[in-house]
């Protein structure tokens, strides 16, 4: 059983940074891609940025130039540095991890539980 915990989220001027951090723990034999995706109400989920475990990373347009998706293998854990935010970007962020298990099939799919991000005066 593998989980996602993330950390991180608040409340935050425009203009203002947040990093947010997301560790996986659990019964890992590896993590491959890992990633941020944030969701605003009524709204869909939104593809931020990934990161593989070679560190090939991908952003989405919109986060594009302001934020940076980082990992560190050795504890599992994916970073988001949020710079330059905007009132738009106020959604809830979760984490997002492909992980093989020990004893498991193949690769799985989990999920953080998602963190309030709230940029405003």
């Known amino acids: 059983q593998v989980q996602l915990v993330e950390s991180g989220g608040g409340l935050v001027q425009p203009g203002g940074s947040l990093r947010l951090a997301c560790a996986a723990s659990g019964s890992i034999f590896r993590v491959n891609a890992m990633g941020w995706y944030r969701q605003a109400p009524g709204k869909q989920r939104e593809l931020i940025a990934t990161i593989t475990s070679g560190g090939n990373i991908n952003y989405a347009n919109s986060v594009k130039g302001r934020f940076a998706i980082s990992r560190d293998n050795a504890k599992n854990t994916v970073y988001l540095e949020m710079n330059s935010l905007k009132p738009e970007d106020t959604a809830v962020y979760y984490c997002?991890?492909?992980?093989?298990?020990?004893?498991?099939?193949?690769?799985?799919?989990?999920w953080g539980q998602g963190t309030q991000v709230t940029v405003s005066s």
């Open positions: 997002n991890a492909d992980v093989e298990e020990y004893y498991g099939a193949g690769w799985s799919a989990y």
